[in-house]
């Protein structure tokens, strides 16, 4: 169970090995599956987390104790792994008279010291790495983040490594382990928080202490589930032809990603600024960032499935146009994307603004997190919602400059996001009731990626001409009809229903709400589509049908 780095945004990805184009369906399918059993298992540890220890302090500062490994990793070397040292690696397997292998020991070894000499100075930083991101909040426990980040911080080694060993089997065309090994985390995860809840005690909070057997179990547990994820591939390696020894000195190819990898450092230290000043907001409103960090991984869920997917297809497209110098092509790719992204995701936008309150509560509202909690997350939920799409969009929109390897456009986009998000998260902090803040902070996300969509058309439109952006809109505002339409009676139908059956309890009636307006709202919704003819609407829906065919 990782927390949702949302202010770094996606890792940017300028290239890597594709699946064969005959195989890609196939891999884009089976990588959907893996993402949904591993949203679907994250949801559950997060349920249990908030159901054992609730939505208050100890939640927030458990919540930002474990952001920092994963945005300390990024800071470190995650970005430009991914984004620049792997295509060299796709190269060296091609080139190299060893299929790369020499160049793939180099990369891990100098990984594998580089994280750990990392997480070596981020442990001994613990305290001051703390005070960054707590500052004076209000409702921050800087002993409590401490002791946590003691623990966790040495998860950074295995965060970095499993996203290096998962991008090289990728380019030996393994994608099933990568992708299934997030769920191995989410269940070590779990059974942590099963022992946790055995354990006898309670983590205080004045004084905090550090051998509290609850604060052990579930600081080391949650480091652990991150050991799991990264080993379980070694064996994989293995089989993939890949031994493994340690490999030192310099290799020549450093040189040719010296400029991106600083464009792409840039990149992610923006987004290390965007959730230091996120993290320190929420933490002045009791419960804001685990709120907005619950209500996050729902709406990710998706994105995850549909629009990750839709990018691993596009992706190799407008590469190839791109290499090609062939702009109508990359610009049509541009544009399908853009209004897939809509017609698949539009709807689920939909059900999350109408049901967000009631997704809180039933899913969010038991144990010690009680109603106000689950209430809490689902109208950060609701009212953030509408941040989906802009967000799919911008990420696509991202991946056409990498595609035409510009890594310097992408890293001043991003500055204009982050810039926006801080405004808007100090706006929200001088007007937003301490119960409030989640949605706030929650709202201020989601428009600094509208205005991140905004900004990447304008720049895609002086770089290459026409977009197609008429074209594009009116199949927005079609999604946009066709889901308020479908929705507006799914809501009418779950309110009659409710009075029918004469419900009071509100988790009950949340329940009830959160089925039918799902059941009735997303079919409606794509039906009304087809209804309206759109062209794109036909190859959305046999995508999600393989889905479902193939499993």
Not at 93 to 106: H, I, L, N, T, V
Not at 112 to 137: E, K, M, N, R
Not at 367 to 372: H, I
Not at 433 to 439: F, G, I, Q, T
Request: with cysteine.
């Amino acid at each position: 169970m990782t927390t949702p780095v949302t202010g770094l945004g996606t890792t940017p990805a300028t290239g890597g090995a594709q699946p064969k184009p005959q195989s890609l369906a196939r891999a884009s399918g089976s990588m959907a599956i893996a993402t949904i059993v591993s949203r679907v298992s994250g949801l559950l540890s997060k349920l249990l987390l908030i159901t054992i220890i609730g939505s208050g302090t100890l939640n927030d500062s458990y919540q930002a104790a474990t952001t920092l490994p994963t945005m300390i990793n990024e800071l470190l070397l995650g970005g430009v792994l991914t984004s620049v040292a792997i295509p060299l690696l796709v190269r060296a397997e091609k080139e190299d008279g060893d299929g790369g292998e020499s160049y793939a020991q180099w990369l891990i070894t100098m990984s594998a010291v580089l994280l750990g000499a990392g997480t070596v100075v981020a442990v001994l930083c613990a305290p001051l790495l703390t005070g960054l991101f707590t500052g004076d909040a209000d409702q921050a426990n800087p002993a409590l983040v401490t002791a946590f980040a003691y623990l966790v911080l040495p998860g950074i080694v295995f965060y970095g490594l499993s996203a290096l060993l998962g991008a090289i089997l990728n380019t030996k065309g393994v994608f099933g382990l990568p992708t299934w090994a997030p769920v191995l985390n989410n269940v070590v995860v779990i059974l942590t928080l099963g022992v946790y809840w055995l354990v006898p005690g309670e983590i205080s909070l004045d004084p905090v202490r550090m051998g509290e057997p609850k604060l052990l179990v579930l600081g080391i547990g949650t480091m652990l589930g991150v050991a799991v994820q990264a080993t379980v591939m070694l064996p994989a390696m293995r089989r993939s032809g890949i031994r493994f020894r340690w490999r030192w000195g310099w290799d020549r190819r450093l040189a040719e990603f010296g400029g991106l990898a600083f464009w792409v450092l840039l990149y992610v230290a923006l987004g290390f600024v965007s959730m230091i000043v996120l993290t320190r907001v929420a933490l002045n409103g009791e419960g804001a960032l685990t709120a907005y960090n619950y209500q996050w991984l729902v709406a990710q869920v998706p994105y995850g499935v549909l629009g990750v997917s839709l990018l691993t297809a596009l992706m190799p497209k407008m590469s190839r146009a791109a290499a090609a110098n062939d702009v109508d092509a990359l610009v049509g790719d541009l544009s399908l994307g853009n209004r897939m992204s809509s017609i698949l995701l539009m709807p689920f936008s939909a059900l999350l603004t109408v049901s967000g309150v009631a997704i809180g509560i039933a899913v969010f509202s038991h144990g010690a997190s009680g109603l106000e909690g689950g209430e809490r997350m689902g109208a950060a939920l609701a009212l953030s919602a509408f941040g989906l799409v802009p967000y799919a969009i911008t990420l696509l929109q991202l991946r056409v400059f990498y595609a035409l390897k510009d890594a310097r456009t992408p890293t001043l986009i991003q500055a204009v996001i982050v810039a926006v998000r801080i405004a808007l998260l100090y706006v929200f902090l001088e007007i937003s009731p301490p119960d409030k803040l989640a949605v706030g902070v929650s709202i201020a996300m989601s428009l600094s990626f509208v205005v991140g969509a905004l900004v990447g058309q304008l720049w895609l439109r002086i770089r290459l001409g026409r977009l197609r952006t008429g074209y594009t809109a009116w199949t927005v505002c079609l999604t946009v009809v066709a889901s308020a339409i479908a929705f507006a009676a799914a809501t009418g139908l779950a309110w009659l229903l409710v009075r029918v059956l004469g419900l009071e309890a509100p988790v009950a009636k949340a329940w009830v709400e959160v089925v039918v307006q799902t059941a009735v709202g997303l079919p409606l919704s794509f039906a009304l589509l087809a209804l309206f003819r759109v062209p794109e609407v036909t190859p959305a829906l046999d995508k999600v049908l393989r889905l479902v065919r193939r499993r």
